[in-house]
């Protein structure tokens, strides 16, 4: 089949091929909007995780739910989009089986392999539940989208997700995604009031769905229809949901192909849709519209004038104060209400220059420059900042109140011979300046006092997980994404070296030492090593080794990614990881980045220091070194690690520490390295388990004095070594530049579903590997 045409660039034509067509290309690729970076947002983070839970049911594909009614159970995939979706409690994220692939020739019960799609509906209602509304999509798709008043009146966002598909798919089951051969209401001719956005994040990829256009037929596919579908290339397109499509061929070899979707109702629709939708899926639909503080323009005795909302009335209309006269205007609805755009007679601001969003910038108010993050520019060059304090936002602030941030984490007052002028703050939900500047003196409070904690104590526990300040800092989401590739199958290579976890007679090697090692020689192409750290102990005498615990380190991975240095840290979090106000400007690196594994069954790891300073380095009174900051991949789970608390020994041991020990139990933990500390115990595995495998993600920073004992070789427990084949190397962060600040997404990695056969999954292979091991084990 050939490809649509080329996209006719005129609004007038654009609109009329969307609307009677049923489709359009968006030649520019997706605008910008807030909906857009909140789901790239999501599947920067979850994709790679489904992709490997996907894969691990993969036998159970072409299985449907009998246990389920939700959308999609009856589909082949159904029964595995329940197992991934039960991965994903908490995360307001569900999977369920899309319509399923099937050859053009096959019998229509005849279905080849399953299709995904991943919505976060859920997601997106907890996120915009304090303003009630999700935003509107940018002033150029409203036009598109919805020509009459009536249209663009209380219009909603319906879905919001991306689709999985494996590689080498045929083309999906031909179908409309909103239908109904006997509901009121049929859709009128050219007036389209159901549309999906399709697009992908890759600059360099292009959407291939299958349209047919002008195809409004309920939903009934006919062998004509087939004749007649075209593929509509484009990086982003936008379709009309009652129009017959489908997902492309995938080609083998690809890997999983992923798009991103959004899909919105117009007003005039609103009504018809809940005929054609059940009541549980019409739960997820959230308003689109506007909310307090926004900076808009709005329609006022024939002609548009800036204007900033107010208040929200029950009624969705909205009250209004104009910006050059502070008049208040009420009931104003959303058909006179537009983004802010430049006056008429000026050039419209050049929107890639200057502050992009996304741009970490210091933003002024009241004589001081605070902390914020730009999340939308304004046509008329004006931009909206989310304050790091309170997280509340400013719109319409000029640009000539804005800078590039320091990252230093503190207020600066402008010189007197400063041309700058203060600007006063609209804040969405806050009232002046004032409430920020508290909470963000309290947060400071909180972080310093944690700092403490950490310093005298040994941990502090984050009992609401990671702050969400400190998820500013793309190291962390760096480290999640490597676990969702990468995890699965690391375990599947030590598992089949299960057989040689315990050392050899004679060797002093530690348990899981030598799998280790091949296992790192097998992913070492990934930037992944794999080390053996102190082993699970009984806990009575003769206290002897009972099994190997893990440690897996993408360092190697993080360097190639970001090259020369990853992002620096945000001064919320060397505060509250007891960074030294002296220190907090010098070169922090992280020593090692990675997650433990420990297998099920496993007794308490032995109780140990990982790193202390020796000599003219031993710990000095007024800070933390080494600070290791521990967390769950998944919200609902609690890291165990037991401590000693002050527990600064230089690593010796005695029966007083056992009896001391306390076990945290929140999300997250931050250790002082220098402390005693073990893992726990793991649980034998539950009966809807596998392996009963237990992880927990790892952050271990090494700050300026830390590095100056590594350096001079005045550490114990972990030091310094020329000579060691290990990989010793630190990664710094010191790069401020917004390229160097992206957040990985999982295709940045290269990983395969399986590795190339072992030659120990053979008798002769293992015959051969316990030779090998006995040999490495025994050397020297």
């Not at 005693?676 to 271990?700: C, D, F, M, N, Q």
């Amino acid at each position: 089949m050939p490809s649509a045409p080329a996209l006719v660039r005129s609004d007038e034509e654009r609109m009329r091929q969307l609307h009677w067509e049923g489709w359009t290309a968006l030649d520019g690729g997706m605008p910008e909007w807030d909906l857009r970076s909140f789901v790239e947002r999501l599947h920067r983070r979850y994709h790679g995780r489904i992709v490997s839970l996907l894969e691990r049911w993969r036998k159970d594909w072409m299985k449907p739910d009998r246990k389920d009614t939700g959308p999609g159970a009856s589909r082949p995939g159904g029964l595995v989009a329940r197992r991934v979706s039960e991965e994903l409690k908490d995360t307001g994220i569900f999977v369920y089986a899309a319509h399923p692939s099937q050859a053009d020739d096959a019998d229509d019960d005849k279905c080849s392999g399953p299709r995904w799609y991943v919505t976060c509906t859920e997601a997106v209602m907890k996120h915009y539940d304090g303003p009630g509304m999700a935003p509107l999509p940018p002033l150029e798709l409203q036009d598109l989208l919805w020509p009459f008043d009536r249209d663009r009146t209380q219009p909603w966002l319906t879905e919001l997700g991306w689709t999985e598909v494996p590689e080498n798919s045929e083309p999906q089951i031909m179908h409309a995604d909103i239908c109904s051969s006997s509901a009121p209401e049929p859709r009128k001719a050219g007036r389209g009031r159901y549309h999906h956005f399709v697009w992908k994040t890759n600059p360099d990829e292009v959407c291939t769905t299958n349209i047919v256009p002008g195809a409004f037929t309920e939903g009934c596919a006919e062998w004509e229809h087939y004749d007649k579908w075209t593929v509509a290339k484009a990086r982003a397109l936008i379709f009309d949901s009652e129009m017959l499509h489908r997902g492309g061929r995938t080609a083998p070899g690809v890997g999983w192909t992923t798009s991103l979707t959004l899909q919105v109702c117009s007003g005039s629709g609103w009504s018809a849709l809940q005929e054609r939708v059940g009541a549980n899926l019409m739960w997820y639909t959230q308003p689109l519209g506007w909310q307090e503080g926004d900076a808009v323009d709005v329609f006022v005795e024939k002609g548009w004038h800036r204007a900033i909302v107010t208040r929200r009335g029950k009624n969705r209309s909205y009250s209004v104060v104009l910006s050059a006269c502070n008049t208040c205007l009420k009931n104003v609805s959303d058909c006179k209400i537009r983004y802010r755009q430049a006056p008429e007679g000026m050039l419209k601001a050049d929107l890639s220059s200057a502050f992009p969003v996304g741009s970490r910038v210091e933003a002024l108010s009241e004589d001081t420059w605070h902390a914020a993050k730009v999340v939308r520019r304004n046509a008329d060059g004006t931009y909206r900042v989310v304050w790091r304090g309170d997280k509340s936002f400013t719109d319409a602030v000029m640009g000539s109140h804005l800078r590039a941030s320091t990252d230093s984490g503190k207020s600066n007052t402008p010189s007197e011979s400063s041309s700058t002028r203060t600007s006063s703050r609209t804040r969405g939900r806050s009232n002046s300046g004032e409430r920020t500047d508290r909470t963000a003196v309290k947060r400071r409070k909180v972080c310093a006092a944690k700092g403490r904690e950490l310093f005298s104590r040994g941990f502090v526990q984050l009992e609401d997980g990671l702050p969400r300040e400190w998820r500013d800092w793309p190291i962390f989401d760096f480290l999640e994404v490597c676990f969702d590739v990468y995890n699965d199958l690391v375990v599947r290579e030590l598992e089949l070296l299960r057989d040689f976890w315990v050392p050899c007679k004679g060797s002093e090697q530690r348990h899981g030492a030598f799998a280790a090692a091949k296992v790192s020689e097998r992913l070492e192409p990934f930037g992944i090593a794999i080390y053996s750290p102190a082993p699970s102990m009984s806990e009575s005498q003769p206290y002897q080794p009972t099994g190997p615990r893990w440690y897996v380190s993408v360092t190697s991975a993080a360097m190639r990614y970001w090259k020369e240095a990853a992002p620096a840290a945000p001064p919320a979090v060397l505060e509250a990881v007891g960074v030294h106000a002296s220190e907090r400007g010098g070169l922090l690196q992280a020593r090692g980045l990675g997650w433990a594994l420990a297998p099920g069954s496993s007794n308490p790891q032995a109780l140990h220091a990982d790193i202390w300073g020796v000599g003219a380095f031993k710990r000095p009174g007024d800070r933390t070194r080494w600070p290791h900051v521990l967390w769950k991949r998944k919200a609902s789970e609690l890291c165990t690690t037991e401590i000693v608390p002050g527990g600064f020994t230089q690593g010796q041991v005695s029966e007083e520490h056992f009896e001391a020990l306390e076990q945290a139990r929140a999300p997250a933990v931050v250790l002082d390295s220098e402390a005693l500390h073990r893992g726990a115990v793991t649980p034998s595995p539950s009966s809807s388990e596998a392996s009963g495998w237990k992880s927990t993600l790892s952050l271990e920073l090494c700050t300026p004095s830390g590095f100056a004992a590594w350096e001079d070789f005045s550490t114990a427990g972990t030091t310094k070594d020329p000579d060691s084949p290990l990989d010793w190397r630190m990664l710094p962060f010191s790069s401020m530049d917004a390229e160097a600040r992206r957040t990985p997404a999982a295709s940045s990695f290269k990983s395969p579903r399986e590795l190339p056969p072992a030659p120990w999954e053979q008798p002769a292979g293992k015959a051969k590997l316990r030779q090998e091991q006995r040999a490495w084990e025994l050397a020297g």
